[in-house]
């Protein structure tokens, strides 16, 4: 019996001595294999945090585009008064010739010639005659008047004349083919002498109103008792039309329509013998 008791003791001992590593339970040796370590346990990635845009964006420089050329002045852009020069003004000219008034070459100087054709275009679309062209003038530009006949007959190539208005318009066709400003009989008394007469003769200045038509003529410079006439054609006994030096915006002739010289070197070849010449003085 105590051989016994002395075998049991060394056994019971033995079995105290295992750690708790040596000594695990079965099922956690399984549970291991399940499990990863906890360096090997896949970590949750953290959602990237939204960017915040600069409340003020910064200005990206973009290459700047080069700038289109930029078209010609138009007439109108500002105003024009006579002594101008540049493209609004050739622009006027040519817009004028293109409703048959003569500004004269379109070389952009704003001188008589386009003066003596502004005058004319003002009288026909009923404006104040002025130099400077303002609101009013372009806008009478972009859509302007046609001139008003004179007479009940409309002959397809015939000359109104409008004393109140000074101007004149040449019809070929039963067209316009000439608008231009004229001058005619001032209205004044003078006294002079007829050609081969030895009385002086007093009369009024005056453009007499009716119904004529276009006789002789003459080239160049004629001599008359009253002055010096170019290129006259005659419609009505000694009255004529004929280029001047001096063309005003108001009467100012002994009763002939005068007008601007650079026009008198051609209305000639316009006009024929026999043709049509209403005059009259409209209200």
């Not at 500002?78 to 008034?101: C, F, I, M, N, W």
């Not at 650079?262 to 000639?268: I, L, R, S």
């Amino acid at each position: 019996m105590r051989k016994s008791a002395a075998l049991l003791i060394p056994i019971v001992l033995l079995a105290g001595c295992k750690t708790a590593s040596d000594a695990a339970p079965a099922d956690a040796g399984r549970s291991s294999q399940g499990r990863k370590p906890p360096h090997d346990r896949p970590r949750h990635k953290p959602k990237p945090k939204p960017k915040r845009e600069p409340a003020h964006k910064p200005k990206t420089r973009s290459t700047p585009r080069p700038s289109p050329t930029r078209p010609p002045l138009r007439a109108g852009d500002r105003k024009l008064r006579p002594g101008a020069e540049g493209a609004d003004v050739r622009e006027l000219q040519r817009r004028l010739t293109s409703l048959h008034y003569d500004p004269g070459k379109a070389d952009g100087e704003y001188g008589t010639s386009t003066q003596l054709a502004v005058w004319a275009f003002q009288a026909v679309n009923r404006l104040k005659p002025t130099g400077t062209l303002g609101p009013a003038f372009w806008r009478a530009l972009d859509d302007p008047k046609e001139p008003r006949p004179m007479a009940r007959r409309h002959e397809a190539d015939r000359v109104d004349v409008d004393l109140r208005r000074q101007y004149l318009v040449l019809y070929k066709d039963g067209r316009p083919r000439l608008i231009t400003h004229v001058s005619s009989g001032s209205g004044e008394y003078y006294c002079a002498k007829d050609r081969g007469a030895t009385v002086a003769r007093c009369r009024y200045a005056i453009t007499g109103t009716g119904d004529f038509r276009t006789g002789r003529r003459a080239k160049g410079w004629e001599i008359s008792p009253l002055g010096r006439l170019y290129n006259p054609v005659y419609f009505n006994g000694g009255i004529a039309f004929h280029g001047a030096l001096d063309v005003p915006r108001y009467p100012a002739s002994h009763g002939c329509v005068r007008m601007p010289m650079h026009v008198a070197e051609y209305f000639p070849s316009l006009v024929g013998t026999g043709v049509a010449v209403h005059v009259r003085r409209p209200g």
